[in-house]
């Protein structure tokens, strides 16, 4: 969902990915229909389950290792273990968070296969059935993440513990780290022509004229008119509290009262929306949403690098700081306050991977040297989806080397707290195998389980 802030998507990426796509089977092991591989509990595990997931797997080129065959039951049924315990602790996904994680994965598939129909072509199913999938996933994923998190909150590390854990490791276990960047970032966005600007504010108003005479539903406005995620459920966003969007959106949303008329046109960084009220509950609200963004041209674009072009000549013949020109003029608003120092989101710290760079600042990175600043440049800003000037200076630059704790404390101490978090999770795994129910028919048990216990 574009208007809410960025920390609203907790579920680990490596969960987010995950999409349910039914292609042509493997070759099956029997020549059955469908057949009951596993019981876990009071649930089986179908052959077809297993079948898709090793469909969906090998379409992401995500294939385990060893027999697929084996793992992907041995990984289901640890995942109904999991669902299990959180039906026993009373842990319920909040469907705010499930709908945004949704939102935020179709936005992606939609800008990179084109739109919204070549999605469909490519999961060959239509967009509501994906959601509807996407859905369950996701709930499972945010699901099974608290059940971890609650098993594992007491892990903490002191220096000692990180220290004896490192020196401890085999020589072949100590990992590489990748050569590794800093820099800063100035960014210009284009300016929008008024024109476009009116364009829009006009189909908007005529949209919310329409509604409120009652001659067109909301909801089918947005299906068709929208560019936001939430356009595929009529644009519903799910209830939230204020703080879950941008100021001006909640400023507006929150004191909306009459589910029968559309607001106000409402500016935000992601563009212009009309919202109108479903329901109110407590301190939390439910709408719907239409937003639609004014298009820039090839000229406009032309003209944010040349405004940006003459920032870094006067960079270089040193008229003022970096930090300045970032404080002052750059209209990025997660570095801007930070003297222009992008923060790596997956480490919290300001160092980069290459691949873990937005792509137009590697390739620029990738041949500069410590102090260097670039000449302005287009990227693509994903969280707004719109192009915008961008001029890099590459602070530092970490050669690649076997990682050790005085350069690398940080990634030891990482290392250690997630050894001790699997430790935890596989004894509580084989603890919870040796007393629940299983069965593993036969064709499906000679195998080398991750976990112990399961054939009895």
């Not at 401890?168 to 024109?195: F, H, K, M, W």
């Not at 935000?268 to 109108?276: A, C, K, N, S, W």
């Not at 969280?383 to 530092?396: E, F, G, M, P, Y």
Request: with cysteine; charged share 30%.
């Amino acid at each position: 969902m574009t208007v809410k802030r960025n920390s609203m998507f907790i579920i680990a990426a490596a969960a987010v990915c995950a999409v349910v796509a039914f292609n042509a089977f493997a070759k099956p092991k029997k020549n059955v229909i469908d057949e009951v591989a596993w019981v876990v509990g009071d649930e089986a595990i179908f052959r077809s389950d297993i079948e898709e997931q090793y469909n969906q797997m090998r379409q992401e080129g995500s294939l385990p290792e060893g027999d697929p065959y084996c793992a992907i039951p041995e990984h289901i049924a640890v995942e109904k273990l999991f669902l299990h315990q959180a039906k026993v602790d009373t842990i319920v996904p909040p469907e705010s968070q499930v709908q945004a994680m949704v939102d935020r994965r179709l936005n992606f598939f939609i800008a990179n296969l084109g739109s919204k129909e070549k999605v469909e072509e490519y999961f060959r199913k239509p967009l509501p059935l994906l959601r509807e999938q996407l859905l369950e996933v996701m709930r499972n994923a945010y699901t099974i993440e608290q059940v971890q998190s609650n098993l594992t909150k007491d892990v903490k590390s002191t220096p000692r513990d990180v220290r004896r854990y490192f020196e401890a490791l085999p020589g072949d276990s100590i990992p590489y780290v990748p050569t590794q960047v800093e820099v800063q970032v100035i960014t210009a966005n284009p300016v929008i022509p008024r024109q476009e600007i009116d364009d829009v504010k006009a189909k908007l108003r005529d949209i919310a004229d329409r509604v409120n005479r009652g001659e067109a539903e909301f909801s089918t406005m947005a299906i068709m008119y929208s560019e936001d995620g939430s356009a595929l459920q009529g644009g519903e966003l799910g209830f939230h509290g204020k703080a879950d969007f941008v100021p001006e959106f909640s400023n507006v949303a929150f004191n909306l009262s009459d589910p029968k008329k559309v607001s106000r046109i409402v500016e935000t960084e992601y563009g212009f929306h009309i919202i109108q009220l479903i329901e109110k509950r407590g301190e939390q609200v439910n709408v719907r949403h239409i937003l639609m963004r004014p298009k820039v041209g090839s000229q406009e674009l032309k003209d944010a690098v040349s405004r940006l072009d003459s920032v870094a000549s006067d960079l270089k013949e040193k008229k003022f700081t970096f930090e300045e020109a970032a404080r002052y003029l750059s209209q990025d608003k997660d570095s801007r306050n930070n003297n222009g120092v992008m923060v790596n989101q997956q480490t919290g710290s300001s160092r980069f991977e290459m691949q873990q760079l937005p792509p137009e600042i590697a390739a620029k990175v990738e041949n500069m040297q410590p102090g260097d600043i670039s000449e302005a440049f287009l990227m693509k800003d994903e969280r707004k989806n719109q192009d915008v000037a961008v001029i890099v200076k590459l602070t530092s630059r970490i050669p690649g080397h076997t990682a050790n704790l005085a350069e690398d404390y940080n990634l030891a101490k990482q290392m250690y707290e997630a050894s001790r978090k699997e430790d935890i999770l596989r004894q509580w795994i084989e603890k919870k195998i040796k007393e629940t129910y299983v069965r593993i028919e036969d064709g499906w048990d000679g195998c080398d389980f991750k976990y112990a216990g399961w054939v009895k």
